[in-house]
């Protein structure tokens, strides 16, 4: 069974930054695309960000420039650096994995994945 299980979240500033993790377990994590989700109060789920198993990366438009998705699969840890944080940030982030082992396109739609971390609440202050 994967379990995903995220840190990092908390309150901060706006213009400040936060780095998630979440630490995967139960398969074999270098053969999966892993992603990041959110989702605030009376707002659908919102994707944000992916890294492929092979590396590569794609980010929603909200995020691009501001946020950096990256792996360590030695660590079977999923990262997301948060830079010039902003008050409409301000959600229950997630992460989650794929269900589909070497999935060549990007997983941008949450019905590609089949594993969702417990989420972390990201809280910006103006």
């Known amino acids: 069974q994967v379990q995903l299980v995220e840190s990092g979240g908390g309150l901060v500033q706006a213009g400040g930054s936060l780095r998630l993790s979440c630490a995967a377990s139960?398969?074999?994590?270098?053969?999966?695309?892993m992603g990041w989700f959110r989702q605030a109060p009376g707002k659908e789920r919102e994707f944000l960000a992916t890294?492929?198993?092979?590396?590569?990366?794609y980010y929603a438009d909200s995020v691009k420039g501001r946020f950096t998705i990256s792996r360590d699969n030695a660590q079977n840890t999923v990262y997301l650096q948060m830079n010039s944080l902003k008050p409409e940030d301000t959600a229950v982030y997630y992460c989650?994995?794929?269900?589909?082992?070497?999935?060549?396109?990007?997983?941008?739609?949450?019905?590609?994945?089949?594993?969702w971390g417990q989420g972390t609440q990201v809280t910006v202050s103006s």
């Open positions: 989650a994995a794929d269900r589909t082992y070497h999935r060549s396109v990007f997983s941008t739609n949450g019905s590609m994945y089949g594993y």
């Open positions: 139960g398969r074999t994590f270098s053969n999966y695309a």
């Open positions: 890294v492929k198993w092979s590396g590569s990366t």
